[in-house]
């Protein structure tokens, strides 16, 4: 292990989109086991901080490995398509025309129930991302396009949390 791998290499998986949680989490604790800084207490200070910076590296390759936005982001990284979200917000027009739709239905629901179907097309809509991303990182080997599909998730997932919370604040009232 080398603290320059990629995440794929630290876990020893597949650089690939399409990745087992089970598998993510096996090989998670079996690196925790390695790289616990309990495990280097009587090696002395220098022997821990090593460890916590493995630890730290560790968790964080987790964390991206689990997500799918998160690793279909990095995987377009490593293909050498980074995504840019704060300079590139490029989509496509009937994807900004979507959006369109989707906030005007968010702005006229007022009933849980309207509520409710805006979340459920958001939902559809996020799982047929997912699984354009996988076919696009996975059978095309197209990351540029990938990229463009990782920018449009990042959009979904901000307006779900937008229309979860509308459900919250319309539930404590």
């Not at 989707?102 to 699984?131: F, G, Y």
């Not at 990229?147 to 009232?173: K, S, T, Y």
Request: hydrophobic share 45%; aromatic share 6%; net charge negative.
């Amino acid at each position: 292990m080398r603290l320059d791998d990629t995440d794929f290499q630290l876990f020893g998986l597949p650089e690939r989109f399409e990745q087992s949680r089970t598998e993510i989490d096996a090989r998670w604790k079996a690196l925790q086991s390695e790289v616990h800084p309990d495990r280097f207490a009587a090696q002395g200070a220098s022997a821990q901080r090593l460890a916590m910076q493995w630890a730290v590296r560790v968790n964080e390759a987790r964390q991206r490995l689990l997500d799918p936005l998160a690793r279909a982001a990095y995987l377009c990284e490593l293909r050498g398509s980074p995504i840019g979200a704060e300079s590139n917000t490029r989509m496509p027009a009937s994807f900004l025309m979507e959006q369109m739709e989707w906030r005007e239905a968010l702005d006229d629901a007022s009933d849980a129930a309207a509520l409710e179907a805006v979340l459920d097309r958001t939902l559809e809509r996020e799982s047929a991302v997912i699984n354009e991303l996988q076919a696009l990182l996975d059978q095309a080997g197209k990351p540029a396009e990938a990229a463009e599909q990782v920018r449009a998730l990042m959009f979904i997932r901000r307006f779900r949390a937008d229309v979860e919370a509308r459900l919250v604040a319309l539930e404590n009232n």
